[in-house]
T-cell receptor, first 116, second 112 residues
């Protein structure tokens, strides 16, 4: 959905560098989700954030990965000291409400991270 | 058992036929179910949502939900080559927190 903006579209990093992926939710949406998709696989949940608050980070690797959604500005998924196994498509999605039974997620175009 | 399971396919159907895609889920308390379509190299696109038992129709798409059997399906009538994509089943599960969990997807190929 064009309303969820992710950048960059493609990101190339060398092993050991840091990767920063940005996501601006749709207008009026206060909840952001990050998913990772490896080739030929489904989307794996990573983290669920509300502004200034991490709701659920059960899918985040314990080391090197962090996420934030500040009061102002986009949500950031940060990967420190990248390794080749981090190469994947990272999708951000947003929704307007927490726990609504008719909650729907709309996805951004994704960031393709390639680690050399 | 995986939280959301789909047959990976590929499912091949001739143009004009009905494509039937199936999905099972493990969390009996789930209330919200979705089908997303994903073209290669693109982001998932929401095509159907269903919340109560029975059928829900939208154009050529029909979603079917059976909570007793923990089963949700998607039927695509009059399949077109442009329907060729990966179809992802997704469920909002309460079991591991309130989040959307995806199946691995079923590849659909519609042959003209």
């Amino acid at each position: 959905n064009a309303g969820v903006m992710q950048n960059p579209r493609h990101l190339v990093r060398r092993r050991g560098q840091e990767a920063r992926l940005r996501c601006s939710p749709m207008k009026g949406h206060s909840h952001v989700y990050w998913y990772r998709q490896l080739p030929e696989e489904g989307l794996k949940f990573m983290v669920y954030l509300q502004k200034e608050n991490i709701i659920d980070e059960s899918g985040m690797p314990k080391e090197r990965f962090s996420a934030e959604f500040p009061k102002e500005g986009p949500s950031i998924l940060r990967i420190q000291q990248v390794v080749r196994g981090d190469s994947a498509a990272y999708f951000c999605a947003s929704s307007p409400a927490l726990g609504a039974t008719n909650e729907k997620l709309f996805f951004g175009s994704g960031t393709q991270l390639s680690v050399l | 058992q995986k939280e959301v399971e789909q047959n990976s396919g590929p499912l091949s159907v001739p143009e004009g036929a009905i494509a039937s895609l199936n999905c099972t889920y493990s969390d009996r308390g789930s209330q919200s179910f979705f089908w997303y379509r994903q073209y290669s190299g693109k982001s998932p696109e929401l095509i159907m949502s269903i919340y109560s038992n029975g059928d829900k129709e939208d154009g050529r798409f029909t979603a079917q939900l059976n909570k007793a059997s923990q089963y949700v399906s998607l039927l695509i009538r009059d399949s077109q080559p442009s329907d060729s994509a990966t179809y992802l089943c997704a469920v909002i599960t309460m079991e591991y927190g309130n989040k959307l969990v995806f199946g691995a997807g079923t590849i659909l190929r519609v042959k003209s």
